[in-house]
């Protein structure tokens, strides 16, 4: 079935550098990426997103590109803070038409003051 | 406000009983989806639905079963909760373009 491998499971950062969390999905017609952050005790919350037809999408610090023929896609932090840490979960739609997300397997990232 | 409320938030129960997590949303979402997540870890898909009367079940077995028979409400009930039963459950609505809007959660514990 559909899968989405999410590496690392843990990241710890300084505050001030970046950080890169990346996934790989089987679903060659997955069209849509989303990422969300957990914090401790909290809902998921999606704080960007990607569609098939762009490579590379930028909201402020936080950015996603997507590289299709590789099935692959990866979320860039810059200029961390404290309250970036959090659990980091990115997810493929599937391509029939459930709107299910698979999700990866999640990155905790700790951003060290 | 727009959004999905999940209730209880937090429910501490004995074995053998039979629970009921509600979980509505007022954004009028057709798709409706159960999550089981112990703190901070994978989210595994339990339960799902593409409208009223149309359920489906996830990729992770799940003595649990649900009902759509409003587009607003979706809630999932144990008839026997068992300690294995433990966990976070998490319900998400989508409109189909975008992503998933999640609840609050209702955090689980059978003892």
């Known amino acids: 079935g559909e899968n989405v491998e999410q590496h690392p499971s843990t990241l710890s950062v300084q505050e001030g550098d970046s950080a890169v969390i990346k996934c790989t999905y089987s679903d060659s017609a997955s069209n849509y990426f989303p990422w969300y952050k957990q914090e401790l005790g909290k809902r998921p919350q999606l704080i960007i997103d990607i569609r098939s037809n762009v490579g590379e999408k930028k909201d402020q610090r936080i950015a996603v590109t997507l590289n299709k023929t590789a099935k692959h896609f990866s979320l860039h932090i810059t200029e961390t803070q404290p309250e970036d840490s959090a659990v980091y979960f990115c997810a493929a739609r599937t391509g029939d038409n459930t709107g299910k997300l698979i999700f990866g397997q999640g990155t905790t990232l700790q951003v060290k003051p | 406000e727009a959004d999905i409320y999940q209730t209880p938030r937090y429910l501490v129960i004995g074995t053998g009983k039979k629970i009921t997590l509600e979980c509505s949303q007022t954004?009028?979402?057709?798709?409706m989806y159960w999550y089981q997540q112990d703190p901070g870890m994978e989210l595994h898909l339990i339960h799902y639905?593409?409208?009223?009367?149309?359920?489906e079940k996830g990729d992770l077995s799940s003595e649990s079963t649900v009902s759509r028979i409003r587009t607003e409400h979706f809630p999932l009930t144990l008839e026997s909760a068992r300690p294995s039963h433990t966990s976070q459950y998490l319900c998400?609505?989508?409109?189909?373009?975008?992503?998933?809007?999640f609840g609050s959660g209702t955090r689980l514990t059978v003892v």
């Open positions: 998400a609505s989508s409109g189909g373009a975008g992503g998933y809007t």
């Open positions: 954004m009028g979402h057709d798709k």
């Open positions: 639905s593409y409208g009223v009367n149309s359920t």
